[in-house]
Protein backbone atom coordinates (compact mmCIF):
# COMPACT_ATOMS: atom_id res chain seq x y z
CA UNK A 1 0.00 0.00 0.00
CA UNK A 2 0.94 3.57 -1.19
CA UNK A 3 2.36 5.36 2.00
CA UNK A 4 1.31 8.28 1.51
CA UNK A 5 3.25 10.93 3.88
CA UNK A 6 6.34 9.50 2.13
CA UNK A 7 4.90 10.29 -1.28
CA UNK A 8 3.73 13.84 0.37
CA UNK A 9 7.55 14.12 1.41
CA UNK A 10 8.76 13.11 -1.88
CA UNK A 11 6.99 16.35 -3.60
CA UNK A 12 8.74 18.67 -1.36
CA UNK A 13 11.98 19.40 -2.85
CA UNK A 14 10.37 20.11 -6.30
CA UNK A 15 7.40 22.38 -4.55
CA UNK A 16 10.41 24.43 -2.91
CA UNK A 17 11.96 25.27 -6.57
CA UNK A 18 9.05 25.98 -8.34
CA UNK A 19 7.20 28.41 -5.64
CA UNK A 20 7.74 31.14 -7.30
CA UNK A 21 6.25 29.36 -10.61
CA UNK A 22 3.29 28.28 -8.53
CA UNK A 23 2.76 31.81 -7.04
CA UNK A 24 3.23 33.97 -10.20
CA UNK A 25 1.31 31.49 -12.43
CA UNK A 26 -1.98 32.13 -9.92
CA UNK A 27 -2.64 28.07 -9.91
CA UNK A 28 -0.89 24.78 -9.53
CA UNK A 29 1.18 24.07 -12.19
CA UNK A 30 -0.91 21.34 -14.75
CA UNK A 31 2.05 19.09 -14.33
CA UNK A 32 2.14 18.77 -10.52
CA UNK A 33 -1.57 18.66 -10.31
CA UNK A 34 -1.51 15.61 -12.98
CA UNK A 35 1.39 13.74 -10.54
CA UNK A 36 -0.66 14.48 -7.28
CA UNK A 37 -3.54 12.65 -8.97
CA UNK A 38 -1.28 9.51 -10.26
CA UNK A 39 -0.18 9.28 -6.66
CA UNK A 40 -3.69 9.31 -5.61
CA UNK A 41 -3.93 12.46 -3.44
CA UNK A 42 -7.02 13.93 -4.91
CA UNK A 43 -8.95 10.24 -4.12
CA UNK A 44 -8.07 10.10 -0.68
CA UNK A 45 -11.30 10.26 0.58
CA UNK A 46 -13.26 8.75 -2.33
CA UNK A 47 -14.69 5.27 -1.32
CA UNK A 48 -12.63 2.16 -1.80
CA UNK A 49 -16.01 0.87 -4.32
CA UNK A 50 -15.27 3.60 -6.65
CA UNK A 51 -11.49 3.30 -6.75
CA UNK A 52 -10.72 5.70 -3.86
CA UNK A 53 -8.35 5.27 -1.36
CA UNK A 54 -10.67 5.73 1.60
CA UNK A 55 -8.03 7.09 4.07
CA UNK A 56 -8.32 7.29 7.68
CA UNK A 57 -8.32 11.42 8.73
CA UNK A 58 -5.44 11.41 10.48
CA UNK A 59 -3.20 10.29 7.14
CA UNK A 60 -5.23 13.32 5.41
CA UNK A 61 -4.22 15.74 7.74
CA UNK A 62 -0.54 14.69 7.53
CA UNK A 63 -0.30 14.17 4.17
CA UNK A 64 -1.91 18.12 3.89
CA UNK A 65 0.49 19.32 6.32
CA UNK A 66 4.09 17.74 4.29
CA UNK A 67 3.10 19.45 1.38
CA UNK A 68 2.67 22.48 3.28
CA UNK A 69 5.73 22.86 4.67
CA UNK A 70 7.18 23.06 0.96
CA UNK A 71 4.06 25.00 -0.88
CA UNK A 72 1.00 25.87 1.16
CA UNK A 73 -0.94 26.36 -2.75
CA UNK A 74 -0.44 22.88 -3.81
CA UNK A 75 -1.30 21.87 -0.10
CA UNK A 76 -4.77 23.54 -0.41
CA UNK A 77 -5.62 22.32 -3.93
CA UNK A 78 -5.03 18.79 -2.54
CA UNK A 79 -7.06 19.75 0.87
CA UNK A 80 -10.01 21.15 -1.43
CA UNK A 81 -9.87 18.54 -4.43
CA UNK A 82 -9.33 15.41 -1.62
CA UNK A 83 -12.05 16.27 0.38
CA UNK A 84 -14.46 17.32 -2.00
CA UNK A 85 -14.21 13.83 -2.86
CA UNK A 86 -16.37 13.04 0.35
CA UNK A 87 -19.57 13.43 -2.27
CA UNK A 88 -19.26 10.24 -3.93
CA UNK A 89 -20.20 8.42 -0.06
CA UNK A 90 -23.06 10.43 -0.91
CA UNK A 91 -24.10 9.98 -4.45
CA UNK A 92 -25.73 6.63 -6.07
CA UNK A 93 -23.40 3.83 -6.81
CA UNK A 94 -23.30 4.10 -10.53
CA UNK A 95 -23.30 7.90 -10.54
CA UNK A 96 -20.04 7.61 -8.38
CA UNK A 97 -18.49 5.02 -10.66
CA UNK A 98 -19.15 6.96 -13.67
CA UNK A 99 -17.63 10.43 -12.30
CA UNK A 100 -14.43 8.69 -10.10
CA UNK A 101 -13.73 5.77 -13.20
CA UNK A 102 -11.12 8.48 -14.53
CA UNK A 103 -8.08 7.09 -12.34
CA UNK A 104 -6.88 11.17 -13.46
CA UNK A 105 -10.37 12.77 -12.27
CA UNK A 106 -10.23 16.06 -10.48
CA UNK A 107 -13.01 17.68 -8.74
CA UNK A 108 -13.45 21.06 -7.11
CA UNK A 109 -15.98 22.29 -4.94
CA UNK A 110 -17.81 24.94 -2.78
CA UNK A 111 -20.03 24.10 -0.05
CA UNK A 112 -21.60 27.78 0.38
CA UNK A 113 -25.51 27.45 -0.67
CA UNK A 114 -24.64 30.49 -3.40
CA UNK A 115 -26.94 29.55 -5.85
CA UNK A 116 -30.37 28.41 -6.77
CA UNK A 117 -31.56 24.50 -8.04
CA UNK A 118 -34.95 24.88 -9.75
CA UNK A 119 -36.77 21.42 -9.55
CA UNK A 120 -37.28 20.52 -13.19
CA UNK A 121 -38.52 16.77 -13.52
CA UNK A 122 -35.86 14.80 -12.24
CA UNK A 123 -33.32 17.81 -12.76
CA UNK A 124 -32.32 20.83 -11.32
CA UNK A 125 -32.40 24.25 -13.03
CA UNK A 126 -29.01 25.86 -11.49
CA UNK A 127 -27.83 29.52 -11.42
CA UNK A 128 -25.30 30.80 -8.96
CA UNK A 129 -21.92 32.33 -8.43
CA UNK A 130 -19.16 31.13 -6.15
CA UNK A 131 -16.12 32.48 -4.85
CA UNK A 132 -13.16 30.02 -3.57
CA UNK A 133 -13.21 27.60 -6.70
CA UNK A 134 -9.44 26.24 -5.34
CA UNK A 135 -8.10 23.89 -7.85
CA UNK A 136 -10.21 24.90 -10.43
CA UNK A 137 -7.89 25.43 -12.83
CA UNK A 138 -7.03 21.83 -13.15
CA UNK A 139 -10.26 19.99 -12.33
CA UNK A 140 -12.04 17.96 -14.38
CA UNK A 141 -15.18 18.57 -12.53
CA UNK A 142 -16.62 21.59 -10.27
CA UNK A 143 -19.45 21.73 -7.25
CA UNK A 144 -21.30 24.57 -6.28
CA UNK A 145 -23.99 24.60 -3.05
CA UNK A 146 -27.41 25.35 -4.43
CA UNK A 147 -30.81 26.53 -2.21
CA UNK A 148 -33.63 24.04 -3.93
CA UNK A 149 -36.36 26.11 -5.25
CA UNK A 150 -39.67 24.76 -5.49
CA UNK A 151 -42.53 26.96 -6.70
CA UNK A 152 -40.38 29.90 -6.02
CA UNK A 153 -40.10 29.13 -2.41
CA UNK A 154 -37.12 26.99 -0.67
CA UNK A 155 -37.54 23.66 -0.19
CA UNK A 156 -37.54 22.72 3.81
CA UNK A 157 -35.89 19.97 5.26
CA UNK A 158 -37.77 18.23 8.39
CA UNK A 159 -35.41 20.18 10.63
CA UNK A 160 -36.92 23.66 9.13
CA UNK A 161 -33.97 24.95 7.20
CA UNK A 162 -33.79 25.11 3.82
CA UNK A 163 -32.36 21.89 1.41
CA UNK A 164 -29.13 23.10 0.65
CA UNK A 165 -27.29 20.64 -2.16
CA UNK A 166 -23.67 20.37 -4.16
CA UNK A 167 -24.73 20.44 -7.92
CA UNK A 168 -21.92 18.62 -10.26
CA UNK A 169 -21.25 20.00 -13.60
CA UNK A 170 -18.32 19.41 -15.83
CA UNK A 171 -15.44 22.70 -15.43
CA UNK A 172 -16.03 23.44 -19.59
CA UNK A 173 -19.97 23.72 -18.74
CA UNK A 174 -18.80 26.69 -15.93
CA UNK A 175 -17.70 29.75 -15.99
CA UNK A 176 -14.07 30.17 -14.42
CA UNK A 177 -14.00 34.41 -13.94
CA UNK A 178 -9.88 34.23 -13.56
CA UNK A 179 -9.95 36.71 -11.11
CA UNK A 180 -7.77 35.21 -8.40
CA UNK A 181 -5.47 38.04 -7.50
CA UNK A 182 -4.79 38.23 -3.83
CA UNK A 183 -2.41 38.72 -1.30
CA UNK A 184 -1.80 35.04 -0.25
CA UNK A 185 -2.02 31.76 -1.19
CA UNK A 186 -1.96 32.65 -4.78
CA UNK A 187 -0.86 30.02 -6.42
CA UNK A 188 -4.42 27.97 -5.57
CA UNK A 189 -6.82 29.42 -8.85
CA UNK A 190 -9.15 29.91 -6.11
CA UNK A 191 -11.26 32.10 -8.88
CA UNK A 192 -14.35 32.62 -8.86
CA UNK A 193 -17.06 30.49 -10.67
CA UNK A 194 -20.95 29.98 -12.37
CA UNK A 195 -23.20 27.99 -13.41
CA UNK A 196 -25.92 29.59 -15.80
CA UNK A 197 -29.22 28.08 -16.61
CA UNK A 198 -27.62 24.51 -16.25
CA UNK A 199 -30.15 21.56 -16.33
CA UNK A 200 -28.37 19.33 -14.30
CA UNK A 201 -30.16 15.50 -13.42
CA UNK A 202 -30.87 14.76 -9.76
CA UNK A 203 -28.22 12.21 -9.28
CA UNK A 204 -25.71 14.73 -9.97
CA UNK A 205 -25.83 16.50 -6.48
CA UNK A 206 -25.56 15.60 -2.87
CA UNK A 207 -26.98 16.86 0.20
CA UNK A 208 -24.77 16.57 2.78
CA UNK A 209 -27.17 17.53 5.32
CA UNK A 210 -29.94 14.77 4.39
CA UNK A 211 -28.85 11.97 1.74
CA UNK A 212 -27.28 9.58 3.82
CA UNK A 213 -24.25 8.13 2.98
CA UNK A 214 -22.43 4.98 2.77
CA UNK A 215 -21.91 2.59 6.05
CA UNK A 216 -18.47 3.09 6.10
CA UNK A 217 -16.21 5.19 9.08
CA UNK A 218 -14.46 7.39 6.88
CA UNK A 219 -18.32 8.96 5.81
CA UNK A 220 -19.51 8.93 9.32
CA UNK A 221 -17.12 11.47 10.33
CA UNK A 222 -18.01 14.78 10.47
CA UNK A 223 -17.43 16.54 6.76
CA UNK A 224 -17.10 20.28 8.06
CA UNK A 225 -14.89 18.72 10.88
CA UNK A 226 -12.59 16.73 8.18
CA UNK A 227 -12.47 20.57 6.37
CA UNK A 228 -11.77 22.60 8.86
CA UNK A 229 -9.30 20.11 10.19
CA UNK A 230 -7.56 20.33 6.55
CA UNK A 231 -7.37 24.04 6.81
CA UNK A 232 -5.62 23.72 10.34
CA UNK A 233 -3.37 21.32 8.59
CA UNK A 234 -2.52 23.64 5.72
CA UNK A 235 -1.70 26.31 8.58
CA UNK A 236 0.35 24.00 10.84
CA UNK A 237 2.47 23.39 7.73
CA UNK A 238 3.01 26.74 7.42
CA UNK A 239 4.17 27.28 11.13
CA UNK A 240 6.65 24.45 10.62
CA UNK A 241 8.19 26.15 7.60
CA UNK A 242 8.45 29.47 9.54
CA UNK A 243 10.58 27.83 12.17
CA UNK A 244 12.60 26.08 9.47
CA UNK A 245 13.18 29.19 7.74
CA UNK A 246 14.15 31.19 10.75
CA UNK A 247 16.23 28.88 12.26
CA UNK A 248 18.22 28.58 8.54
CA UNK A 249 19.21 32.24 8.63
CA UNK A 250 19.35 33.41 12.66
CA UNK A 251 22.88 31.73 12.42
CA UNK A 252 24.21 33.98 9.71
CA UNK A 253 22.47 37.41 10.03
CA UNK A 254 22.98 39.97 12.67
CA UNK A 255 20.68 42.42 12.76
CA UNK A 256 21.16 46.06 12.06
CA UNK A 257 23.11 47.98 15.25
CA UNK A 258 23.67 45.04 17.07
CA UNK A 259 27.01 42.72 16.95
CA UNK A 260 25.32 39.31 17.97
CA UNK A 261 24.40 37.06 15.42
CA UNK A 262 20.04 36.70 15.56
CA UNK A 263 20.69 33.58 16.89
CA UNK A 264 22.54 34.03 20.06
CA UNK A 265 19.87 37.16 21.26
CA UNK A 266 17.45 35.88 24.22
CA UNK A 267 14.33 37.42 22.17
CA UNK A 268 15.09 35.31 19.02
CA UNK A 269 15.52 32.24 21.14
CA UNK A 270 12.32 32.61 23.49
CA UNK A 271 10.15 33.54 20.55
CA UNK A 272 11.63 29.88 18.40
CA UNK A 273 10.64 28.55 21.79
CA UNK A 274 7.32 30.10 21.97
CA UNK A 275 6.29 28.89 18.16
CA UNK A 276 7.78 25.63 18.91
CA UNK A 277 5.49 25.09 21.36
CA UNK A 278 2.52 26.40 19.64
CA UNK A 279 2.67 24.58 16.80
CA UNK A 280 3.27 21.13 18.44
CA UNK A 281 0.81 21.21 20.99
CA UNK A 282 -1.56 22.82 18.41
CA UNK A 283 -0.83 19.94 16.13
CA UNK A 284 -0.91 17.41 19.46
CA UNK A 285 -4.52 18.80 20.02
CA UNK A 286 -5.72 18.25 16.60
CA UNK A 287 -4.32 14.73 15.64
CA UNK A 288 -5.45 14.09 19.49
CA UNK A 289 -9.43 15.09 18.75
CA UNK A 290 -8.80 13.42 14.75
CA UNK A 291 -8.11 10.32 16.49
CA UNK A 292 -11.17 10.60 19.33
CA UNK A 293 -13.49 10.85 16.74
CA UNK A 294 -12.10 7.89 14.41
CA UNK A 295 -12.23 5.32 17.02
CA UNK A 296 -15.77 6.55 17.57
CA UNK A 297 -16.65 6.47 13.70
CA UNK A 298 -15.54 3.10 13.25
CA UNK A 299 -17.84 1.50 15.67
CA UNK A 300 -20.76 2.86 13.29
CA UNK A 301 -22.27 4.76 15.65
CA UNK A 302 -23.62 8.42 15.10
CA UNK A 303 -20.71 10.72 16.60
CA UNK A 304 -21.28 12.53 19.64
CA UNK A 305 -21.66 16.57 19.62
CA UNK A 306 -18.87 16.92 21.96
CA UNK A 307 -16.80 14.76 19.31
CA UNK A 308 -17.62 17.20 16.44
CA UNK A 309 -16.83 20.41 18.60
CA UNK A 310 -13.42 18.89 19.53
CA UNK A 311 -12.15 19.03 16.11
CA UNK A 312 -13.83 22.19 15.40
CA UNK A 313 -12.47 23.96 18.44
CA UNK A 314 -8.95 22.36 18.09
CA UNK A 315 -8.78 22.95 13.74
CA UNK A 316 -9.53 26.74 14.89
CA UNK A 317 -7.16 26.70 18.07
CA UNK A 318 -4.44 25.43 15.47
CA UNK A 319 -5.34 28.11 13.12
CA UNK A 320 -4.49 30.88 15.53
CA UNK A 321 -1.65 29.21 16.74
CA UNK A 322 -0.02 28.51 13.51
CA UNK A 323 -0.56 32.82 12.95
CA UNK A 324 0.77 33.79 16.02
CA UNK A 325 4.09 31.19 15.74
CA UNK A 326 4.25 32.99 11.99
CA UNK A 327 3.75 36.22 13.02
CA UNK A 328 6.69 35.62 15.30
CA UNK A 329 8.97 34.02 12.91
CA UNK A 330 8.16 36.87 10.31
CA UNK A 331 9.35 39.63 13.06
CA UNK A 332 12.55 37.87 14.11
CA UNK A 333 13.72 37.46 10.62
CA UNK A 334 13.26 41.89 10.11
CA UNK A 335 14.21 43.50 6.96
CA UNK A 336 15.24 39.88 5.52
CA UNK A 337 11.48 38.57 5.95
CA UNK A 338 9.72 41.53 3.11
CA UNK A 339 11.98 40.24 0.71
CA UNK A 340 11.05 38.63 -2.19
CA UNK A 341 13.21 35.73 -2.47
CA UNK A 342 12.76 35.00 1.42
CA UNK A 343 10.44 32.19 1.79
CA UNK A 344 8.69 34.00 5.26
CA UNK A 345 7.46 36.97 3.58
CA UNK A 346 5.27 34.39 1.63
CA UNK A 347 4.61 32.25 4.33
CA UNK A 348 3.34 35.29 6.03
CA UNK A 349 0.78 35.91 3.05
CA UNK A 350 -0.22 32.51 3.14
CA UNK A 351 -1.06 31.90 6.72
CA UNK A 352 -3.24 35.18 6.62
CA UNK A 353 -5.21 34.59 3.88
CA UNK A 354 -6.01 30.82 5.06
CA UNK A 355 -6.69 32.64 8.49
CA UNK A 356 -10.02 34.26 6.57
CA UNK A 357 -11.83 31.11 6.04
CA UNK A 358 -14.77 30.73 7.36
CA UNK A 359 -14.86 26.64 8.99
CA UNK A 360 -11.83 28.43 11.31
CA UNK A 361 -13.07 31.74 12.07
CA UNK A 362 -14.27 33.37 15.09
CA UNK A 363 -17.92 32.32 14.58
CA UNK A 364 -16.80 28.99 15.50
CA UNK A 365 -15.16 29.73 18.60
CA UNK A 366 -18.77 31.34 19.78
CA UNK A 367 -20.54 28.20 19.04
CA UNK A 368 -18.06 25.97 20.39
CA UNK A 369 -18.23 28.52 23.71
CA UNK A 370 -21.91 28.58 23.41
CA UNK A 371 -21.97 24.41 23.37
CA UNK A 372 -18.91 24.73 26.70
CA UNK A 373 -21.22 27.03 28.20
CA UNK A 374 -23.92 24.79 27.88
CA UNK A 375 -25.80 27.71 26.35
CA UNK A 376 -29.18 26.66 23.62
CA UNK A 377 -26.96 26.28 20.34
CA UNK A 378 -27.09 25.11 16.61
CA UNK A 379 -24.70 22.63 15.79
CA UNK A 380 -25.61 21.42 12.26
CA UNK A 381 -22.41 23.11 11.17
CA UNK A 382 -20.14 21.15 13.81
Not at 106 to 116: E, K, M, N, T, Y
Not at 165 to 182: F, G, H
Request: charge should be neutral.
Amino acid sequence: MTDFIAAARGFQDELKQRAVEIESGRKLPADIAAHFAETGFYRLCVPKAYGGIEADPLTLSRVIETLAQADASAAWCVMICATTGLVAGYMPPATAHEVWRDPDMIVAGVFAPRGSAVEDSGHYLVNGRWQWGSGSPNAKAIMGGCVVMRNGEPVLLPSGIPDSRMIMLPVAEAELMNNWDVSGLCGTGSQDFAFVNKRVPREMSVSLMSDKPLDRPLYAFPVFGLLAAGIASVMLGLARASITELVAIAGGKTPEGHRKPLATRTNTQADVADAEALTRSARAYLHESIDAAWIDAQTGQPLSADRRRDIRLASSHAARASVRAVDLMYNLGGGTSVYKKSALQRIFRDVHVASQHMMIGTPTMETVGRVLLGQETDITQL
